[in-house]
């Protein structure tokens, strides 16, 4: 996913903020993560890596998604994608506490 900050007038086109899923397949790319990979060799090895999951700018590190994720390996890049999809979900829909779930409820 990914959302535009609000326009300044002064470039023609506003950056583009990565999160989510988008983010963490921009973060792989640039990591040559190898595949078919397991959860664990992913974990020891890109564990650190910190995917913004909203707008916010809040994170979770891949080794806590990967410990969230239901599947051990993955066979390729759009494996990983689906199955941590439903982790970055969550994250992003609890991640804000209270003030977050009404801002969900408020259409902007």
Known sequence: MAARPPSND???????VEFGIAAL????????????VTA???ASSHGDLRVTVD???HEI????????????????RQEL???LHPVFEA?????NGI?????????L
């Open 25 to 36: 397949d921009a973060r792989i790319q640039e990591r040559e993560i190898v595949f078919p």
């Open 55 to 57: 707008p916010a700018g």
């Open 40 to 42: 664990d060799s992913l």
């Open 91 to 95: 994250e992003r829909e609890s991640g």
């Open 10 to 16: 002064v470039d023609d086109e506003p950056d583009v």
């Open 99 to 107: 003030l977050g779930r009404l801002r969900a409820l408020v259409p």
């Open 81 to 83: 994608l689906n199955a």
């Open 61 to 76: 590190a891949l080794r806590e998604a990967l410990a969230r994720c239901d599947a051990a390996e993955f066979d390729t």
